[in-house]
């Protein structure tokens, strides 16, 4: 009896082997397994589903912001000087709510997230602390009124100074609290016609930053309450149950199957993933370009491939951000589609290699880039006369595959907010300063695979190596994902 037992399982053992060295001779795996199929797919029986629902660990949200520390000498035409303060910290919680299954094996959801101060991880920086930054919604209203109506600007200024009342300068003092989340007011109530534009342009498209106040006579400007307060999307989302290789893929965005906003099909694609779920990497094909669909931005994007490696003692893939996502039309000529309106006299409606004109998706002329303007062209840089240092290291945005599963074992996406700081002789306030390409501040959004070991965690082993056979691995990526279990 015994003994049979044993000669199967030398059969058995024998048979993996060979399975084994097959797989090795053939790359991993032409064919993806259908047990790891069955455990990434979006499906109520898969160990991955309620994890990708309801994230078991925060992301880290960290803040940076550029305090200006000469903003007396910009007012009289000198170059801005920076200083970089940060992090501030916050735990970010993702949960899905799922509305449902639609056609063509898809799931319907909406993400709300949710973020918490980390004081701890902030160290001796606090939500009080008081910066000097540019006065994002007074200059977005002046861009958006010389837009509108040009040869008025002089007329609109005494309108805005009623509008920002104490307006000295274009700088604001403010509590990084109010900037990030609370909001800064901005008053609406007066009788100047010019105000009635402004504030009926606001009325009638309300920019996601700026929220109305309880008694209707003004908004609330903040960089980041609506993503406190609103959920995003709805999303559908391919499930991978019946082709794998097409799982995460958003195939539609609030019921539209194209982005509006850039009046253009290319342009308008929704490509990729949101971040949170890939197909498995067939190790004969491995893709040179990962997509990802960002609502925030209204535009997907993707990372090219650089290597492979290995991160918490797993293979992986490594894809970095490219500089042809965010090059200028000359570099790149499928970006220009993107270049939508004018955002400075001195630029035609394409920006510069590095920037990207948020206007058409944001409604107010909010232009983004990397940290530092990393990837983005010299000319930038030339503006400030200090606090201004791009470096790869710090102001990368990349991730790592997990080939098997397909799981992010480590993500880090990065995004810089500017607006133009614009030179207008006719309005006192902004008769001097340089006319540039102004930051406010930039964020940092981690996501972290909880690996063995690390607070929170049941289990203490360590992980199996790649050596140790990939029916080993992939079991290991996901009694990593599911032993941990992490929260309050
Ligand atoms: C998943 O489970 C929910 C309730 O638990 C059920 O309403 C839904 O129909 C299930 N979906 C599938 C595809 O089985
Ligand atoms: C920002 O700079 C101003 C001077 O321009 C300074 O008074 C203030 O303390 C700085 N804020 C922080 C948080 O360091
Ligand atoms: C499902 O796929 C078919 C064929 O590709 C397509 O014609 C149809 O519009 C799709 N349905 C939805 C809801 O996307
Ligand atoms: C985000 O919203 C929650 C309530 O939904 C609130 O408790 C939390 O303080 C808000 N976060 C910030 C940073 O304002
Ligand atoms: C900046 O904006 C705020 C609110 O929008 C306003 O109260 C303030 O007067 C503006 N200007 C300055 C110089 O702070
Ligand atoms: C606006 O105009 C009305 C009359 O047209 C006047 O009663 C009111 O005081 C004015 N308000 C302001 C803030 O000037
Ligand atoms: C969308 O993906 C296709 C390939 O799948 C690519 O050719 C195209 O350039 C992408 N579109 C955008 C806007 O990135
Ligand atoms: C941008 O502005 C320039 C002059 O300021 C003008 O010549 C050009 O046509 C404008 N482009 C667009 C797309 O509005
Ligand atoms: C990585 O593997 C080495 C050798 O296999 C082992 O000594 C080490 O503890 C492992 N590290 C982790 C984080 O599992």
């Known amino acids: 009896m015994l003994a049979k037992h044993m000669k199967v399982?030398?059969?058995?053992?024998?048979?993996?082997?060979?399975?084994?060295?097959?797989?090795?001779?053939?790359?991993?795996?032409?064919?993806?397994?259908?047990?790891?199929?069955?455990?990434?797919?979006?499906?109520?029986?898969?160990?991955?589903?309620?994890?990708?629902?309801?994230?078991?660990?925060p992301l880290t949200f960290k803040i940076y912001?550029?305090?200006?520390?000469?903003?007396?000498?910009?007012?009289?035409?000198?170059?801005?000087?920076?200083?970089?303060?940060?992090?501030?910290?916050?735990?970010?919680?993702?949960?899905?709510?799922?509305?449902?299954?639609?056609?063509?094996?898809?799931?319907?959801y909406t993400l709300k997230k949710t973020f918490i101060f980390d004081a701890e991880e902030s160290g001796p920086l606090t939500e009080n602390d008081e910066v000097v930054v540019i006065n994002f919604s007074?200059?977005?209203?002046?861009?958006?009124?010389?837009?509108?109506?040009?040869?008025?600007?002089?007329?609109?200024?005494?309108?805005?100074?009623?509008?920002?009342?104490?307006?000295?300068?274009?700088?604001?003092?403010?509590?990084?609290?109010?900037l990030f989340f609370d909001g800064i007011h901005v008053n609406c109530v007066g009788n100047h016609s010019a105000?009635?534009?402004?504030?009926?342009?606001?009325?009638?498209?309300?920019?996601?930053?700026?929220?109305?106040?309880?008694?209707?006579?003004?908004?609330?400007?903040s960089m980041f309450s609506h993503m406190n307060r609103t959920e995003s999307g709805p999303y559908d989302m391919v499930r991978g149950t019946e082709d794998i290789r097409e799982l995460g893929h958003v195939v539609a965005y609030k019921g539209e199957r194209s982005m509006s906003q850039w009046g253009d099909p290319y342009c308008g694609q929704l490509n990729g993933s949101d971040s949170s779920i890939f197909p498995p990497i067939d190790g004969g094909n491995v893709p040179q370009r990962l997509y990802i669909f960002e609502p925030e931005i209204c535009r997907s994007m993707f990372a090219t491939l650089v290597g492979k490696t290995t991160v918490f003692?797993?293979?992986?893939?490594?894809?970095?951000?490219?500089?042809?996502?965010?090059?200028?039309?000359?570099?790149?000529?499928?970006?220009?589609?993107?270049?939508r309106k004018n955002w400075s006299a001195n630029h035609d409606g394409c920006l510069l290699m590095g920037v990207m004109n948020l206007a058409p998706c944001q409604g107010a002329p909010a232009i983004a880039s990397?940290?530092?303007?990393?990837?983005?062209?010299?000319?930038?840089?030339?503006?400030?006369?200090?606090?201004?240092?791009?470096?790869?290291?710090?102001?990368?945005?990349?991730?790592?595959?997990?080939?098997?599963?397909?799981?992010?074992?480590?993500?880090?996406?990065?995004?810089?907010?500017?607006?133009e700081l614009r030179n207008i002789p006719e309005v006192p306030q902004l008769a001097k300063v340089p006319t540039g390409l102004f930051p406010l501040l930039w964020i940092e959004e981690?996501?972290?695979?909880?690996?063995?070991?690390?607070?929170?965690?049941?289990?203490?082993?360590?992980?199996?190596?790649?050596?140790?056979?990939?029916?080993?691995?992939?079991?290991?990526?996901?009694?990593?994902?599911?032993?941990?279990?992490?929260?309050?």
């Open 313 to 339: 003692n797993m293979s992986a893939f490594h894809y970095s951000i490219s500089s042809d996502v965010l090059a200028a039309r000359s570099a790149n000529p499928n970006n220009k589609c993107y270049c």
């Open 138 to 178: 007074y200059m977005a209203a002046i861009l958006a009124v010389q837009e509108m109506m040009p040869s008025l600007t002089t007329v609109v200024n005494q309108a805005l100074e009623e509008f920002f009342t104490d307006l000295k300068d274009p700088f604001m003092r403010i509590k990084v609290r109010d």
């Open 370 to 419: 990397l940290p530092h303007f990393y990837l983005a062209s010299e000319e930038l840089l030339q503006y400030f006369a200090s606090g201004i240092n791009p470096d790869k290291e710090k102001h990368d945005t990349y991730l790592y595959l997990e080939p098997v599963t397909g799981v992010v074992l480590k993500g880090l996406r990065r995004f810089q907010f500017n607006i």
């Open 195 to 221: 105000l009635g534009l402004v504030c009926g342009q606001l009325k009638s498209d309300t920019p996601p930053t700026m929220r109305p106040t309880e008694d209707g006579t003004g908004y609330y400007f």
């Open 9 to 57: 399982f030398f059969l058995a053992s024998l048979a993996a082997l060979v399975l084994a060295v097959i797989l090795a001779a053939w790359g991993f795996p032409r064919i993806v397994s259908k047990q790891i199929q069955k455990n990434v797919q979006l499906e109520n029986s898969s160990v991955m589903f309620e994890k990708w629902r309801k994230l078991p660990m």
């Open 446 to 488: 981690l996501s972290k695979l909880p690996m063995y070991g690390t607070p929170g965690c049941r289990s203490s082993g360590q992980l199996p190596t790649r050596t140790a056979g990939w029916r080993k691995l992939h079991a290991g990526v996901l009694t990593a994902i599911v032993d941990c279990s992490f929260g309050e």
């Open 65 to 108: 912001v550029f305090n200006v520390t000469n903003a007396e000498d910009i007012n009289s035409g000198a170059k801005p000087m920076l200083t970089e303060i940060g992090p501030y910290v916050y735990k970010e919680y993702r949960e899905r709510t799922i509305l449902g299954y639609g056609e063509n094996d898809t799931i319907r």
